[in-house]
C-alpha cells in the first residue's frame, strides 16, 4: 500500500491535507484508492504533521491488503495466526460494518504480526503466553511514526487487546480447542510508575456542574455549530452516532419525548442505518424543557436555512446538519471537539466521555443503575456498574464533611 498526500479545498473553502491511499483489493486484485482527510490545515509548518499522518494511515489501512483467511481448516492443529482470521471473519457476519469492527480488523492485524514468528498453536496458547503478550505490549506496543522508537500502550489499550484475545479464546473453546479460556487467569498489570486508582479512572472523567456551564457557554460564543451536539451528549447522554442520526420524526413534542433509533456511523465512509448500536441502545427518553427549546431552536434554523439555500439545499429530515443540509462527517465532530477541549483546557476530555458526565449527574440524582442503564442504552449493566463504581470513588473524599457532622457528638472527649 502506498499514500499519497495532495492538497483539498472544502465545500467552507479550508486548504487540507489529504491522503489517497492506493492498494491492491485481494478479492479482485483491482487497484483501488482511499481517500482520507488529515484534518491537518495546508499551512505554513504543518507539511511535516501531514507526513507522520500520512503514515500513520498507510499503517491503519494496511489490512486492506490482506484479506481473511476465512476457509482455515478448524481443528486441534491450527495456528494462532489462521484463527484470529477465522475469529474476524464471524465477527463480521455478527456485528454491523461499524469502527467496532474496523478496531477488531486493524488490532488483529497487529495481534497477528506479534505471533507469526512462532506462530503457536491454538491448543498450545497458555496463561504465560497471553501475560507475555501484555507485557510486551505495555512496553514496546506502540510505533512512533516519525522515530520508529517502540514505546508502550495505556493500560486501557492493552486491557482492550487482551479483551479481543479473551473473545478469540472463548471461541476456541465453542469450537472444541480449548478446554479453558486461560485468557481468564491473566490480570493486565498496572505501571509501576502509575497507581491503580489513577489508572482506573482515567476512562471516566466526570464534569461538575459549573464546568458543564463553563464549556457550554465556551462553545456557544466560539463554535456555535457544536452547541447543540454537545448538549444533548450532556444531558440527554447520547452517543455520536445517535445525535447525528436524529431525525425530525424522532421527536414528539406532544408528548416531550424523543426516541433514540437511527444512527449515522463512519468507516470507511459515513453511512444510516436504521438501527442503534445495540438491541438495549433503542430507547425513548423524556424531554425536559430546555431540552425541548434546544431542539425547537435548531429545527427553527434548518427551515431558515432551507429557505435561505433554496434549490441548492440538501434536504434531509436529520435534525444536525450543516448550513446547507449537508450531514456533518462524524470525524468532524470528533476532532472539533478535541479541538474545543485542548482550548477550553481539558484535552483529556473527549466527546463520548460526556456521557460519564451525565451518567454522574443521573448517579447523583439517585437514579438506580438499571434506570441509568437504559438512559444510556448500555447492553450491559456492568458498563453502568462501572460507571457507579469510578464515580462513586471520586467522591468519596469529597464527603468528609459528613463524617464530621457524625463524630461532633463525641468531641468533647477529644
Given at each position: 500500500m502506498t499514500g499519497t498526500l495532495q492538497e483539498r479545498t472544502t465545500a467552507k473553502g479550508k486548504k487540507l491535507f489529504y491522503v489517497y491511499l492506493?492498494?491492491?483489493d485481494p478479492n479482485t486484485g483491482k487497484w483501488k484508492v482511499k481517500t482520507c482527510s488529515t484534518g491537518i490545515e495546508d499551512k505554513p509548518g504543518n507539511k511535516r504533521k501531514a507526513e507522520q499522518k500520512r503514515a500513520e494511515l498507510v499503517e491503519k489501512y494496511g489490512y486492506l491488503e490482506n484479506p481473511v483467511n476465512s476457509a482455515a481448516e478448524i481443528n486441534s492443529d491450527i495456528r494462532i495466526c489462521d484463527y484470529l482470521d477465522y475469529w474476524l471473519n464471524l465477527k463480521k457476519s455478527q456485528v454491523e460494518p461499524t469502527s467496532t469492527y474496523q478496531t477488531y480488523t486493524y488490532r488483529v492485524r497487529l495481534m497477528k504480526e506479534y505471533f507469526s514468528k512462532d506462530n503457536p498453536k491454538v491448543a498450545e496458547i497458555t496463561a504465560h503466553t497471553i501475560d507475555e503478550y501484555c507485557h510486551f505490549l505495555q512496553t514496546f506496543g506502540k510505533r512512533d511514526q516519525k522515530t520508529g522508537e517502540?514505546?508502550?500502550?495505556?493500560?486501557?489499550s492493552v486491557k482492550d487487546y487482551k479483551h479481543i484475545f479473551s473473545g478469540v479464546l472463548s471461541q476456541a473453546v465453542v469450537d472444541g480447542i480449548l478446554k479453558y479460556n486461560p485468557s481468564r487467569d491473566v490480570k493486565v498489570r498496572m505501571r509501576e510508575n502509575c497507581s491503580t486508582d489513577m489508572g482506573n479512572m482515567e476512562a471516566y472523567i466526570f464534569l461538575d456542574e459549573k464546568e458543564i456551564s463553563d464549556i457550554l457557554h465556551f462553545i456557544s460564543q466560539k463554535y456555535p455549530q457544536m452547541f447543540?451536539?454537545?448538549?444533548?451528549?450532556?444531558?440527554l447522554g447520547l452517543r455520536r452516532s445517535e445525535i447525528l442520526g436524529l431525525k425530525i420524526s424522532a421527536i414528539d413534542f406532544s408528548k416531550h419525548t424523543v426516541s433514540v433509533k437511527h444512527t449515522i456511523t463512519r468507516v470507511k465512509q459515513t453511512s444510516a442505518r436504521d438501527r442503534t448500536k445495540?438491541?438495549?441502545?433503542?430507547?425513548?427518553?423524556?424531554?425536559?424543557?430546555?431540552?425541548?427549546a434546544l431542539l425547537k431552536r435548531v429545527i427553527e434554523?434548518?427551515?431558515?436555512?432551507?429557505?435561505?439555500y433554496g434549490n441548492t439545499y440538501y434536504d434531509s429530515e436529520y435534525v444536525f446538519t450543516w448550513e446547507d443540509g449537508h450531514l456533518y462527517?462524524?470525524?468532524?465532530v470528533t476532532r472539533t471537539f478535541s479541538h474545543i477541549a485542548k482550548k477550553f483546557g481539558r484535552p483529556e476530555i473527549t466527546f463520548h466521555k460526556l456521557r460519564h458526565t451525565c451518567a454522574s449527574m443521573l448517579i447523583d440524582k439517585g437514579w438506580n443503575p438499571k434506570k441509568v442503564q437504559y438512559w444510556l442504552g448500555h447492553e450491559d449493566i456492568q458498563t453502568t456498574l462501572n460507571i457507579y463504581a469510578h464515580?462513586?470513588?471520586s467522591k468519596m473524599n469529597d464527603d468528609y464533611s459528613n463524617l464530621e457532622e457524625l463524630a461532633v457528638a463525641v468531641s468533647d472527649l477529644i
Open positions: 492506493s492498494y491492491k517502540r514505546k508502550g500502550l495505556s493500560y486501557c447543540g451536539m454537545v448538549f444533548l451528549a450532556i444531558y445495540s438491541k438495549k441502545s433503542y430507547r425513548t427518553l423524556s424531554l425536559f424543557p430546555t431540552a425541548e434554523e434548518k427551515e431558515n436555512n432551507k429557505k435561505y462527517d462524524p470525524n468532524y464515580y462513586e470513588r
